[in-house]
């Protein structure tokens, strides 16, 4: 579990499944000039630190499916700005942190729109725009997007050689 900030700032223990080797977290630091992503936050696509099967997980999506243990318990929503750790959040500007306002979500206008394809400030724009203009149609929307996604990334995975062979 990892402490991520919720709705009014509110800190939260998201649950996961393991997709990282144990000691992900200290190795993290020196991996620091890896970092694909522009502004406070960390992504590697191929991160050294996940696992075999936590590799298959995560580009599935699948491996966000123990947060909806989070949505039962209040923490979070089907659809919202997906959280942050503790660390990002809190180097988030003032016009960032109003994505904190509503209850961060299982997938988001972020996820739809390219995910880890896109730079920190668009993605914070897409949670900015989501806290404006969220609806029920708008959240049907992006839940339907989102299950193509997991499919679509759900066949690659499963069909591609990397996987498939020894």
Known sequence: MQKRVGKNGKVFKIIKFRTMVPNAARIQPRLKKLNEADGPVFKIQNDPRFTKFGRILSRTG?????QLINVLKGEMSLVGPRPLPVSEAAKLTADQKKRHLIKPGLTSLWVINGAHTITFNAWMKLDQLYVQKASL????????????????SSLYVLSSQSFLSP
């Open 137 to 152: 149609n708008l959240d049907i929307t992006i839940l339907i997007k989102t299950v193509f996604i997991i499919f679509k």
């Open 62 to 66: 699948l491996d966000e499916l123990p």
